[in-house]
């Protein structure tokens, strides 16, 4: 029997803030056991949001000091959590934050320099997980399957709501998933419009009425048509979605109330079709989850076909973070961590890149 204890960081699209993960995880025979035993959330400031939101637009110079200061306030923010818990650590694994994703051109880059990272928090760290699986000529994403493989194998599908919704699932004896869409990341943005961070429970958006015209155009996205696999980002929502708000004239509940209805529409669509039996439980994880109205909705939308299981609260905010620490000890073990049947790579591959702090 084996025992890994892992320190899994993630910073996700939609600028919330930092999510660090301390998981043990136990290997008897070929199957793996873990706990989720600390964790914390570090909101970014305003400040700190605006850079990492800014980062695409960086000139080199300023864009690689923004990485590298940034995996230094990554390994402190490991050091307090660590100090905080007296933690044993093994080692960090951490996702860093995406500020480019073009795999159609060949790149993925996440920033938080692995170096500087350790350097600062006196532990070996494991990241850059997505740009071996480009160079293969996969997409880098999505990279949690491997966990809901491992890990959730209990459940038919596994949906993450984070800024992007991505889905998980297994067809034909083989893991699948793909990004589905947007999420989170355009109910952020239509808050944001009047400097609030979120829509709670999805009260504003609960309070709405839909917009048929503004559902249609969202709807209609082309990269909704695409088959898997597939993978998204800010850029493209930046470039597609953005202007579509902008130029909708109507209440801040109204555009929320649409985005949601918009958001279950592409998730129901895709979830109904992949599903080949009459009954299927799907474990639905990140913010979007706690969402009630985004919920309800998608409940409704999904029929009596699935019955969703929200799980822990712990599990619902860290199951990014808890598979990134997953990754590493797979990327520890030199086993693979990245799944050509999600990415459509040449071939699986044990994506990681190993620090030693100096």
């Known amino acids: 029997m084996q025992t890994y204890n892992v320190i899994g960081l993630m910073s996700g699209t939609s600028l919330d803030g930092l999510d660090l993960a301390y998981c043990q995880f136990t290997r008897k025979n070929e199957t793996w056991d873990f706990k989720i035993l600390n964790t914390k959330s570090v909101d970014y400031t305003p400040q700190f949001k605006a850079q990492l939101k800014n980062a695409i637009n960086l000139a080199v110079p300023e864009f690689t000091e923004l990485h590298n200061s940034y995996g230094t306030w990554l390994g402190e923010q490991v050091k307090l959590f660590v100090n905080e818990h007296n933690l044993r650590v093994n080692f960090i694994a951490s996702h860093g934050h995406t500020t480019h994703h073009k795999p159609e051109k060949g790149f993925t880059l996440q920033i938080g320099s692995g170096q500087h990272l350790a350097n600062a928090s006196g532990i070996q760290t494991i990241c850059d997980f997505r740009s071996n699986d480009v ?31 991505n889905v998980s699932f297994k067809q034909n004896n083989k893991r699948v998933a793909y ?11 239509v808050t944001n419009t009047i400097n609030l961070a979120y829509d709670k429970n999805g009260e504003l958006a609960k309070s709405g009425v839909l917009n048929k015209e503004l559902l249609h155009k969202l709807n209609s996205l082309e990269y909704y048509k695409l088959p898997y696999p597939k993978s998204t980002g800010y850029e493209w929502f930046k470039k597609e979605i953005i202007p579509i ?13 649409t985005s949601a209805v918009h958001i279950c529409d592409t998730i129901s669509n895709d979830l109904l079709n992949a599903s080949n039996k009459a009954e299927n439980i799907l474990l639905v994880t990140g913010g979007g989850a706690l969402n009630g109205f985004l919920m309800s909705t998608l409940t409704s939308k999904l029929g009596t076909s699935f ?52």
Not at 139 to 160: K, R, T, W
Request: net charge negative.
């Open 307 to 358: 019955t969703i299981d929200t799980t822990s609260k712990t599990v619902i905010e860290f199951k990014e973070a808890l598979i990134f620490a997953f990754m590493g000890v797979l990327r520890h073990l030199e086993q693979p961590n990245v799944l050509a049947s999600v990415t459509g790579a040449k071939k699986d591959s044990s994506c990681g890149v190993i620090y030693i702090p100096q």
């Open 245 to 257: 708000i902008e130029k909708t004239a109507d209440t801040i509940e109204n555009i929320l109330h």
């Open 179 to 189: 990004d589905i869409g947007i999420a989170n990341m355009l109910l952020n943005y």
């Open 135 to 165: 160079a293969l000529g996969g997409q880098g994403a999505p990279l949690v399957p491997i966990g809901d493989m491992h890990l959730f194998s209990e459940y038919d599908f596994c949906l993450n709501l984070g800024g992007i919704s």
